[in-house]
């Protein structure tokens, strides 16, 4: 199996982005667990996803703190909700000077925009800001439509990307090509935004088929844990 470290960043605070169907919450919630078991650091993922009702980092609450990482959602009966909740926990977060910080933001420039009332936190400590770019999605398919994604974003959040996450995928689907693809794209959105890609993602099974010499970015090797909501009922009759 092709081995890579666990792409780390200096900076405490980890925002991921994406157009919806990105498969940005897939990384985040995989990226929080890894980070909890390899380092020895207080781990928080914040659910800010206001656009998509099915994936979102609340819904893989119990299994992520079962690794240890903090959940920070709307609460109780706002757990659902479709409105821009912002916690004053959230703020408070943010500000600490102490472990790691992943947030999930919602799909595209409207779910980004709920980040604009908290850009002024972000900036004196600085931050990651990643946008996860799946060229199988029809806004980010090519260069030109996945630079303005990225504009959109940034403009909605007040805040600027510093990195692509390629996250190609057909869900089941998914081969070594699929992926393979989607980094080339990946790295010319790169190249025109001068921006590097951070690192690539994909399922276990699809990393030990890429060719190192192609895919020449880290990789990141995730699980899944996003299910839909009937694999879940599925998942629960199997008793697993």
């Known amino acids: 199996m092709r081995q890579t470290p666990l792409p780390s960043f200096d900076q405490r605070v980890i925002l991921f982005a994406g157009a919806y169907g990105s498969g940005k919450t897939e990384v985040s919630v995989n990226y929080a667990m890894q980070l909890a078991t390899s380092q020895n650091l207080p781990i928080t993922i914040i659910d800010l996803d206001i656009v998509n009702p099915y994936f979102r980092s609340r819904e893989a609450a119990?299994?992520?703190?079962?690794?240890?990482?903090?959940v920070i959602m709307?609460?109780?009966?706002?757990?659902?909700?479709?409105?821009?909740?912002?916690?004053?926990?959230?703020?408070?977060?943010i500000e600490r000077s102490e472990g790691k910080v992943v947030i999930d933001v919602g799909g595209d420039d409207a779910g980004a925009?709920?980040?604009?009332?908290?850009?002024d936190a972000f900036v004196p400590l600085g931050y990651e800001f990643l946008m996860v770019l799946n060229a199988r999605r029809p806004f980010t398919s090519d260069v030109a439509g996945s630079l303005k994604m990225m504009r959109d974003i940034e403009?909605?959040?007040?805040?600027?990307?510093?990195?692509?996450v390629s996250n190609t995928h057909l869900i089941g689907e998914t081969t070594a090509q699929t992926v393979t693809e989607g980094y080339k794209l990946a790295f010319e959105v790169g190249k025109a935004a001068a921006l590097p890609v951070v690192f690539v993602s994909a399922i276990i099974q699809v990393v030990e088929q890429l060719d190192a010499n192609v895919v020449t970015a880290p990789v990141f090797a995730m699980s899944r844990r996003m299910l839909k909501p009937w694999e879940e009922k599925a998942k629960a009759v199997r008793g697993l």
């Open 155 to 164: 403009t909605s959040s007040r805040l600027k990307l510093t990195g692509i």
């Open 62 to 70: 119990f299994e992520l703190e079962t690794y240890g990482v903090r």
């Open 113 to 119: 925009r709920v980040l604009s009332s908290l850009a």
């Open 74 to 93: 709307p609460p109780n009966e706002q757990c659902y909700a479709d409105l821009p909740i912002i916690l004053p926990e959230i703020r408070g977060e």
